[in-house]
C-alpha cells in the first residue's frame, strides 16, 4: 500500500491512544449521576460531568435532553463501556474542552425527539473538542443526523446549541473503529468548520465501519445516510490535513466519503483519503432524490463512491469561491457504483493506486459553475 508521510504515523496515533487509557480518573456511578440542568435554556443531561471522571454503566438518558454533557473547560473525561439511551438528543455531548475519550460503549437509540433550536443532532457530538478519542464504539439507532461529529464550534451558529460566545477548533480528535449504522438522516460520521472562520485539522477517521441503509425505513423519520464527509462548511473556514483511512463505507444516500467546501472562501486543504473499501455510494440517489442535499449542486451526476469538489455556485461564487486543493485519493477499492471518483472545481489533488470493481467510470472531473 502507498501512503503518504502522515499516514505512516497511524503507529504513533494508536500508542498515543493506548497511553491515554491510563491517566487517573476519579471512577462515577452511573447509576447516581450529576443530573439536570445545564445552564442553558431549558436543557438537561442524566449526567452533567466534572474534569477527571470515568463514567461506566448504563446511561438511562429518558426524559432528559442528552445523555451525557461535558461543558466547556471540563477535560481529561473517560466515558468506557458505557450504555447510552434514551436522550432526546445527542447521546454524548461535549463542547470547547480537550482530553475527552468514549471508547467502547454502545451509543444507541438517542435523538428520539430533537430540539428544534438546535441544529445538528448526534448520537455523540463534539464541538470545539480537541486531542480527543471516540474509538470502539456501537453507535446506532439514532432518530435524527446520524452518528458521530466532530465539528468546530461557534457562536454564530444558530442558535440552541449549548456553545458559548468563543470560538474554538476540532483538532487532533481520533475516530477508529466504531461500527455506525442506522442513524437516519444525517451523515455516519462528519467533520466539519462550522462556523465563519474556524478549522478543522489533523482529525483521524481510521477503521470504521459505516453503514447505510440501502432503501430501507428506518422507522417514522426517514432513512440511514451513511457516508463519512470531511467539509468547511461555513464562509472561510477550513478542513485541512484530516485523514480518512482503512474504512469501510456501504451504502447511503451521499457519496460514500466526501471531501468538500460549500461556502464563500471556505477551503478544503491536504486532506487524505487512503485505503477504503467503499461499495454502493450514493446508491439511493437515483430512486430518491429528495433526500439529497439541495445545496451541492456539484455532487456527481450519478451514484458514485469518493467525490471531492467545492460547491461553486452563484451563491458561493462572491467575495471568494470555496477551493478544494493539494486532496489525496490513494490506494482505495470502490465497488458497484456508476462513477468511482468525482473530482468537481478541485485542483492538484494526487489519485494513485485505487482499484475499481463494477465501476462504469473510474474518475470524472467536472469544471465551472454547477
Not at 49 to 74: L, S
Not at 198 to 220: K, R, S
Request: net charge negative; proline share 6%.
Amino acid at each position: 500500500m502507498v501512503l503518504s508521510g502522515k499516514s505512516l504515523a497511524i503507529g504513533l496515533a494508536l500508542v498515543v491512544i493506548v497511553m491515554s487509557f491510563f491517566i487517573p480518573l476519579a471512577p462515577v456511578n452511573a447509576q447516581t449521576p450529576n443530573s439536570g440542568a445545564i445552564g442553558i435554556e431549558n436543557l438537561t443531561a442524566k449526567i452533567i460531568a466534572t474534569t477527571g471522571e470515568f463514567i461506566t454503566g448504563q446511561v438511562n438518558a429518558t426524559g432528559f435532553t442528552f445523555g451525557i454533557y461535558i461543558g466547556p473547560g471540563v477535560s481529561n473525561v473517560m466515558i468506557y463501556r458505557a450504555h447510552v439511551f434514551g436522550a432526546s438528543d445527542h447521546g454524548i455531548l461535549a463542547v470547547d474542552t480537550y482530553g475527552i475519550s468514549v471508547i467502547d460503549s454502545n451509543i444507541t437509540d438517542n435523538v428520539l425527539h430533537p430540539v428544534p433550536t438546535i441544529p445538528d443532532h448526534k448520537e455523540v457530538g463534539f464541538y470545539g473538542v480537541s486531542d480527543s478519542y471516540i474509538v470502539g464504539n456501537r453507535i446506532t439507532n439514532a432518530g435524527g443526523d446520524g452518528g458521530i461529529s466532530v465539528f468546530s464550534s461557534s457562536s454564530l451558529v444558530p442558535a440552541g446549541l449549548p456553545v458559548p460566545d468563543v470560538n474554538s477548533s476540532g483538532n487532533n480528535n481520533f475516530i477508529a473503529d466504531n461500527f455506525v449504522s442506522n442513524d437516519s438522516q444525517g451523515c455516519g460520521i462528519v467533520v466539519a468548520a462550522w462556523g465563519p472562520g474556524q478549522i478543522v485539522a489533523n482529525n483521524w477517521i481510521f477503521n470504521n465501519v459505516v453503514m447505510g441503509d440501502f432503501l430501507t425505513p428506518h422507522g417514522p423519520t426517514g432513512f440511514s445516510v451513511g457516508t463519512i464527509v470531511v467539509a468547511a462548511d461555513f464562509p472561510f473556514s477550513v478542513a485541512k490535513n484530516n485523514v480518512v483511512l482503512d474504512n469501510r463505507v456501504i451504502g447511503g444516500l451521499e457519496d460514500g466519503i466526501i471531501i468538500n467546501a460549500q461556502a464563500p472562501g471556505a477551503a478544503d486543504i491536504g486532506n487524505e483519503i487512503v485505503g477504503n473499501f467503499i461499495e454502493f455510494g450514493a446508491f439511493q440517489r437515483i430512486n430518491n432524490p429528495p433526500f439529497d442535499n439541495a445545496s451541492d449542486l456539484n455532487l456527481a451526476p450519478a451514484p458514485n463512491a469518493i467525490a471531492i469538489y467545492a460547491n461553486y455556485i452563484p451563491q458561493t461564487a462572491f467575495p471568494t469561491p470555496p477551493t478544494a486543493q493539494h486532496n489525496i485519493v490513494i490506494d482505495n477499492t470502490m465497488a458497484n457504483d456508476v462513477i468511482g471518483i468525482w473530482v468537481a472545481n478541485a485542483y492538484n489533488g494526487t489519485y494513485l493506486g485505487n482499484t475499481f470493481q463494477n465501476i462504469s467510470v473510474p474518475f470524472e472531473s467536472f469544471y465551472g459553475v454547477g
